[in-house]
């Protein structure tokens, strides 16, 4: 004779997901930011792996040929002095990329640090180091970066550091915003009552609820960095000759755009497109990590 508990069919357990698996699975029903990290990816392939694969060099001049449009040869045409616009548009994605990802990352570390702390413990120390950041915020950004480029010399791992020491403000401000509002809440008075150490409750509890605004200021930055370092270039404190960037091959076809507008058409593109890539996979990252915003 069997026990009612075995004529019970056994009921299919649903398996749990992790904070990241459940991000993957909004994300990914987010066209526009699935489109943004398939394009982002696409540009990096190209502009890492592309001039493999060129037959010309980045420096490679043809003063006879000129500025020519487009052509089987060339496929994106050539610059004044004659070089092949298509592996110079590859070779400045790879300084542009390196200097936004790199910069963002420096102002990320210092923004994210700096914040946490100042709106965690706040009272006089929080005053201390908001008043800091209201004095830099007074300095011109570029008279300050041109500052620590002169004084440390023009490198471009210098470029990187003195870009993201400049960038990091508006995130220690919205950082420490996001802690302020969160430390105030239930779960963070429960972590204080079980005994946790603040190191953990802000590494473990505060951080990870506030991923999203920083993620989305992050996509954010980049672009902006990508301008700044534009900016450097133009005065010669930056991506020196005959490399470029993408700032740079645009200021350049900005000054000849009547002429020969494919020379500023070509490398406007792309970093439209960069910058487009990078606010819909903000947006989209924002969706996916922020459970309150998540349209689900």
């Not at 489109?35 to 037959?55: D, E, K, Q, R, Y």
């Not at 802690?179 to 429960?190: L, Q």
């Not at 058409?265 to 439209?272: A, E, K, V």
């Amino acid at each position: 004779m069997t026990t009612p508990a075995a004529t019970v069919s056994a009921e299919p357990v649903e398996q749990g997901h992790s904070l990241w698996q459940d991000a993957w699975l909004r994300l990914r029903k987010n066209q526009l930011a699935v489109f943004g990290l398939w394009a982002l990816a696409a540009i990096t392939v190209l502009c890492v792996a592309g001039p493999w694969f060129s037959h010309y060099g980045y420096e490679v001049q043809n003063l006879d040929l000129g500025a020519s449009p487009p052509s089987a040869a060339h496929w994106l045409g050539t610059d004044t002095l004659g070089r092949d616009l298509l592996v110079r548009l590859l070779y400045g994605g790879r300084i542009s990329l390196a200097v936004g990802l790199a910069a963002t990352l420096v102002a990320l570390t210092i923004g994210v640090v700096y914040g946490a702390i100042a709106g965690y413990f706040g009272g006089k120390l929080d005053a201390v180091m908001m008043r800091t950041v209201d004095i830099m915020y007074a300095l011109p950004f570029a008279i300050f970066v041109i500052l620590l480029m002169v004084f440390f010399g023009r490198n471009i791992v210098l470029l990187f550091v003195a870009i993201g020491a400049v960038e990091w403000l508006t995130m220690a401000r919205i950082v420490r915003g996001q802690v302020m509002a969160i430390k105030k809440m239930e779960f963070i008075e429960a972590a204080r009552s079980l005994g946790y150490g603040r190191r953990r409750i802000i590494l473990r509890h505060i951080l990870p609820n506030i991923l999203g605004p920083i993620i989305v200021y992050t996509t954010l930055t980049i672009p902006g960095v990508m301008l700044l370092e534009a900016f450097l270039s133009f005065l010669g404190l930056g991506v020196q000759p005959p490399m470029s960037s993408w700032g740079v091959l645009i200021k350049d076809g900005a000054e000849k755009m009547e002429e020969f507008p494919w020379l500023l058409l070509f490398p406007g593109t792309i970093f439209s497109l960069t910058l487009f890539s990078l606010n819909f996979l903000g947006d989209g990252l924002r969706d996916a990590l922020d459970v309150r915003s998540s349209k689900d």
